[in-house]
């Protein structure tokens, strides 16, 4: 059992910066593929990223490559989303997620935290 909690959301104006962190429960975070993802009002959840378990893979989604990095710390059970470059159409909520299988896919995830508004003004 994992329980996320986000943090780290705010209003924020375009071209800005936030980093998001997302704490984890449990012993056995180091095991978990951890995933981004976020949900605009009116949209499906979409993924923005996912890391590894020992941090050396990451993955991006087209509309954040470049501009956003995930990284995770298995010390602190923690994994963090710099966000750079933000745009008024990151406002979302982010929701971290824990999974046991490499994907892009929400399903794939067993584990979601309640989600942090972020909301990116022009």
């Known amino acids: 059992q994992v329980q996320l909690v986000e943090s780290g959301g705010r209003l924020v104006q375009a071209g800005g910066s936030l980093r998001l962190s997302c704490a984890a429960s449990g012993r056995t975070f180091s095991r978990y593929v951890m995933g981004w993802f976020r949900q605009a009002p009116g949209k499906e959840r979409e993924n923005v990223g996912a890391i590894h378990w020992g941090g050396q893979t990451t993955y991006y989604a087209d509309s954040v490559k470049g501009r956003f990095t995930i990284s995770r710390d298995n010390a602190k059970n923690t994994v963090y989303l710099q966000m750079n470059s933000l745009k008024p159409e990151d406002t979302a909520v982010y929701y971290c997620?824990?999974?046991?299988?490499?994907?892009?896919?929400?399903?794939?995830?067993?584990?979601w935290g309640q989600g942090t508004q972020v909301t990116v003004s022009s």
């Open positions: 997620a824990a999974g046991s299988q490499w994907s892009a896919d929400a399903d794939q995830y067993n584990y």
